[in-house]
């Protein structure tokens, strides 16, 4: 059974529909991402999944649950990534992670889930000095410590520097390494091809694409890009008569650049080697996540 069902979501404000006719099922263990461009409808999503919101049609179901008519139930199944802003100023470490765990019937141990998130040393200093990174790995915590079996993460690294981000995921591996499924929104492709198992690409309130990370990428218009200069001069007939290939610039400078697939790299490589020309300066760029993002939403604008 998946742990979080959603069927036939539809959400409208004042008449508008921002979420219209979304579904999908987040099986056990993995981290599932919602992507989508700012307004496409993501965090009211995830909001009729936590019960914080009611859907005017369609269904939630979190580990079978309805997370409006069964809400205790849900809160002990689910942990919710707290906004920063709800928590007090004053408040240090260690108090905010007891009064928490207070809300559980069978909490995590705080002391532990502090060691693990790096905030032992941290415990006496008041949430208003804590660094950005450090505010994150509490609001995680805070979500840890209902020991929940599914957590929503919304914008977890939005404002923090590339190391902080980058500690961040290496925690959410952790995180779904001990076995919580995790619904994760964001804006970040690198993070979302990082960590997502599979993805809902949401734009104007549908899902346009639901796949795993390089099963979006495959669908994209995007090539690969081999550019090289080579040790003399090649024929872009030859070049063209590769199989896949898009496109052949050769620069002034002597660059060669092909747009193909990964097929035309296999075979510009033994093409070279067939006429004894070395590849100077060869790079490879493959389509990311980005690239089928643009392209993905492009399509429905
Ligand atoms: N309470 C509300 N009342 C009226 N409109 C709302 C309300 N909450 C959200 N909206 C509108 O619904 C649309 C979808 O908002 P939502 O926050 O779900 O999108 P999002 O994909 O999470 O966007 P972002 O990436 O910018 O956070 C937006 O146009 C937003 O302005």
Redesign the pocket.
Known sequence: MPVIEVTGLCKS??G?P??DGVSFAVEEGEIFGVL????????????CVEGL?APDAGQVRVAGFDPLTERQDVTRILGVQLQQSALQENLTVREALQLYSAFYPAPADWRQLAERLGLTDRLDARFGTLSGGQRQRLSIALALIGAPKVVVL??LTTGLDPRARRDTWKLIEDVRDSGVTILL?T?FMEEAQRLCDRIAV?DA?KIVALDTPAGLIRRTDAATVITFTPSRPIGDLDLAALPAVVSVRQAADGQVSVRGTDETVGTLIALLARHQITAHHLQVTNPTLDDAFLHLTEQET
């Open positions: 404000y004042g508008r921002v979420v989508g461009p700012n307004g496409a409808g993501k965090t009211t999503t995830v909001e919101r919304d914008e929104v804006h949401l309130g």
